[in-house]
């Protein structure tokens, strides 16, 4: 059977993946990314050494910790660990490709020649 194309075939174009769209706009920014995922490692850190999940999932501070980060995760803007995950494999993408760019740099330049274009409309 073949199937009737509608303009409902297609689902109306967003820019970004849509499950990154929502996300603020700090964490979007590549220049922010070490400093969150820091943020983020520290908050899981712990002393235990557990070799196996079941320890893990027993051990009492290993339990707060995880229930830190979510809270943090939250914080942050997340609205899921699924766009967290997402978040995350898209900056190490960035990161792996423009291994020599310095976002804070772009962002610098970016914001100088936004404010120049201001400035000449006037
Ligand atoms: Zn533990």
Redesign the pocket.
């Known amino acids: 059977m073949k199937k009737v194309i509608t303009p409902k075939t297609f689902p109306k174009y967003k820019p970004g993946h849509p499950l990154l769209a929502d996300l603020p706009e700090f964490l979007k920014n590549p220049a922010n990314y070490e400093k969150i995922r820091r943020l983020i490692l520290e908050s899981i850190a712990?002393s235990?050494t557990?070799s196996y999940i079941l320890e893990?999932a027993k051990?009492r501070?290993?339990t707060e910790k995880m229930l830190e980060r979510r809270a943090l995760l939250k914080r942050l803007g997340f609205r899921s660990p699924k766009q967290f995950l997402m978040w995350r494999k898209v900056h190490e993408k960035i990161k792996e490709r423009y291994p020599l760019v310095d976002w804070k740099v772009i962002n610098d330049l970016r914001r100088k020649e936004e404010k120049n274009d201001v400035s000449s409309n006037y």
């Open positions: 712990t235990c557990h893990f051990c501070s290993c």
